[in-house]
């Protein structure tokens, strides 16, 4: 009898990322229906939400890699398109991760304590490039907004990483 792609999938490189399956909460076996339906996707399966979580954080990043092709303009005093790009693609990749654990999940993992400055900062400045691109188009603003994006959802996904603070504080330290 021929395997089917979840099959052969799920019996190949799924089987051996426990780690991965502790980190969203989630057993391949058992599906827990609580997560299901915190879930955007509450009938999808857990390979299935895995690849939706890969194809939405895929398309984020690539969205946020061409965001570079108008890195020029934004140098010479135009950096509506670039910020524009970039938050988009900041913002599809964010919500690739309720393909993992739904968004109340991600919200609360947001508000833990140790996150929780990050995420406000990340946010914020999501939402503050947004509208200063659409409404008060000032340079100088906005590359800090860009700036501090991308500081914020490091230090936000440093955060998942045992020991990835305290070894980015020493880096910078040391760097400094």
């Given amino acids: ?23 969203t909460g989630q057993q391949q076996e058992e599906e827990d229906e609580g997560v299901a339906s915190m879930s ?12 939706g979580f890969t194809a939405c954080f895929l398309a984020g990043t690539i969205i946020w890699l061409f965001s570079f092709g ?35 999940q991600q919200l609360k993992n947001m508000s833990d304590k140790n996150r929780r400055m990050a995420s406000m900062l990340y946010v914020g400045s999501l939402i503050g490039t947004l509208v200063l691109c659409f409404t008060y188009p000032i340079s100088l603003l906005i590359i800090i907004l860009v700036i501090a994006q991308f500081v914020a959802m490091s230090w936000y996904t440093l955060s998942y990483i045992p020991f990835g603070r305290s070894v980015a504080r020493r880096l910078l330290v040391a760097l400094v």
């Fill in 1 to 23: 009898m021929p395997e089917t792609p979840t099959s052969s999938a799920r019996s190949g490189w799924f089987s051996s990322m426990p780690l991965l399956q502790r980190i």
């Fill in 40 to 51: 955007c996707f509450p009938s999808l399966t857990y390979y299935e939400r895995i690849m």
């Fill in 70 to 104: 108008s890195f020029t303009e934004m140098l010479t005093g135009n950096p509506s398109r670039f910020a524009l790009t970039y938050t988009l693609g900041n913002v599809i990749s964010l919500f690739s991760s309720c393909f993992l654990v739904g968004p109340m």
